[in-house]
């Protein structure tokens, strides 16, 4: 089966940088995702990785190693409004198409 | 097309009455997600459609819980003889199934159990 772990929560503060790491196992790994869902709100997608490497988009960047089983998301120039829950989610092969997702990563950005 | 849209957004009912949420796709995708997501928790996943085919079922869905997807259009998901375990938001999701396929969610059904 899947196992996805990512840190429960993280602080950080506005205009810091912050890591958020993932490490995941699987049979056919096909793919990491980033989502960031807000308290009561939809998932909303972040980024994508399949390939080894940093994928950067703005102020958000993922980077994979699927060797290690591991991909971090980070965050650059903090906000207020990046606090939220970040969602690492992995398809697999061998599971079927859906994407598994860990529970998430609660980051608090404070002033 | 706005995105996914769910309704009814949020669900009160007695236990062991039976509730249905109703999931409308953005139009051009051809899969179709049902996640349930509980506090604290990522979703997880529950089954899936591509367009009116039901392929993939989760060992979290019981015999109490039925998905259809007529005509490959919008969705139902019937939980029938609600347990109060059945508490949860329910989340339905849609793609294109194409290269990275990325899937995009609504707002969510939000189901309390009394």
């Known amino acids: 089966g899947q196992n996805i772990d990512q840190p429960t929560e993280m602080t950080a503060t506005e205009g810091a940088i912050v890591q958020i790491n993932c490490t995941y196992q699987t049979s056919g790994f096909n793919g990491l995702f980033w989502y960031q869902q807000h308290a009561g709100e939809a998932p909303t997608f972040l980024s994508y990785?399949?390939?080894?490497g940093l994928e950067e988009k703005g102020r958000f960047s993922s980077f994979l190693s699927r060797s290690k089983g591991y991909s971090y998301l980070l965050l650059k120039e903090l906000q207020m409004k990046d606090s939220a829950s970040y969602l690492c989610?992995?398809?697999?092969?061998?599971?079927?198409?859906?994407?598994?997702f860990g529970k998430g990563t609660t980051l608090s950005v404070s002033s | 097309d706005t995105g996914v849209s769910q309704d009814p957004r949020h669900k009160i009912t007695k236990r062991g009455q039976n509730v249905t949420f109703r999931c409308d796709p953005i139009s051009e995708h051809n899969r179709l997600y049902w996640y349930r997501q509980t506090l604290g928790q990522g979703p997880e996943f529950l089954t899936y459609?591509?367009?009116?085919?039901?392929?993939?079922k989760s060992r979290l869905l019981s015999d109490r819980f039925s998905a259809e997807r007529p005509k490959g259009s919008f969705s139902t998901l019937e939980i029938q003889r609600t347990e109060q375990g059945d508490s949860a938001m329910y989340l339905c999701?849609?793609?294109?199934?194409?290269?990275?396929?990325?899937?995009?969610f609504g707002e969510g059904s939000r189901l309390t159990v009394l």
């Open positions: 990785n399949v390939l080894d």
């Open positions: 989610a992995v398809r697999d092969r061998q599971a079927g198409t859906a994407l598994i």
């Open positions: 999701a849609s793609s294109y199934y194409q290269g990275k396929e990325e899937l995009f």
């Open positions: 459609f591509q367009n009116e085919a039901q392929l993939e």
